[in-house]
């Protein structure tokens, strides 16, 4: 018998963080076996029926590491530093009946290999009035802008073969 247990889910949402197994005729649970979200996975034996019981996960010194872990990491490569600027337009003087704003949704982003040398580049759309950006990739990193490329590419038929 499997049971799966998530507290949230969806917004605003949770269910109960109980689970319930019927035996039926049975007086214990033979084997039930707990797959941790961390990795760690816990078998308890020959459970009494009848009880309610309460399963922590075990607190061991490498799942306490793993928790104590940073998840996120700041970005220090070129592309960290790119702003994103645009300037300010009220869409609902315009349009007084739009739900929400839709005309600072951010840049456009387009990744393909520019220069033709195997590695993923990317192209960054400006906004009105912003020049839209080329980071040719080297080793992983994106040391140029290359804004003399954006000319190149754009002004290129994009109807030839492999195209971005």
Known sequence: ?????????????????????????????????????SGLVQTLYDIPAGFIYTISEKQTKD??????KVM?????GVLATVKHSEKFFDDFKREKLLPNK?????????WGDIDNDGDDDVYIGGASG???????????????????????????????KNDI
């Open 1 to 37: 018998m499997t049971r799966y247990l998530s507290s949230s889910r969806g917004f605003m949402s949770s269910s109960e963080p109980i689970i319930h197994f019927g035996l039926g005729e049975h007086d214990q649970a033979e084997k039930i076996t707990i797959y941790w979200s």
């Open 102 to 110: 839709l005309s600072q949704l951010g840049s456009g982003i387009a």
């Open 63 to 68: 799942n306490s590491e793993k928790q104590n």
């Open 130 to 160: 912003f020049p839209g950006r080329i980071y040719v990739n080297s080793v992983f990193i994106y040391p140029k802008v290359m804004t003399h490329l954006v000319k190149k590419v754009l002004s290129q038929n994009f109807h030839q």
């Open 72 to 76: 996120f990491k700041k970005d220090r």
